[in-house]
């Protein structure tokens, strides 16, 4: 089971390491914040969390598209 304290521990993990843009830790992160959602009966939340994960690893494997999408 995944306490509240835990959940909210991993989203503010997570939001840290997509403001620095470190994808791979995000894709690492996100899998284990769907688990914690799901045991929490965050189904919404985990659903959001996996849509994220999959954004990640999209991002991961078209490093030049995201570059383009962020510069200035």
């Known amino acids: ?3 509240s304290s835990e959940l909210e521990t991993l989203i503010e993990t997570v939001n840290v390491e997509l403001e ?3 994808w791979a830790r995000v894709v690492v992160l996100t899998a284990d914040l769907y688990t ?3 045991a929490a009966g965050e189904t919404l939340l985990a659903e959001l969390v996996q849509d994220l994960h999959w954004i990640a690893n999209d991002a991961l494997a078209h490093p030049l598209d995201v ?3 962020v510069s200035p």
Do not use: F, G, H, Q
């Open 20 to 22: 620095a843009a470190n």
């Open 67 to 69: 570059a383009r999408l």
């Open 1 to 3: 089971m995944c306490t």
């Open 36 to 38: 914690c959602a799901m």
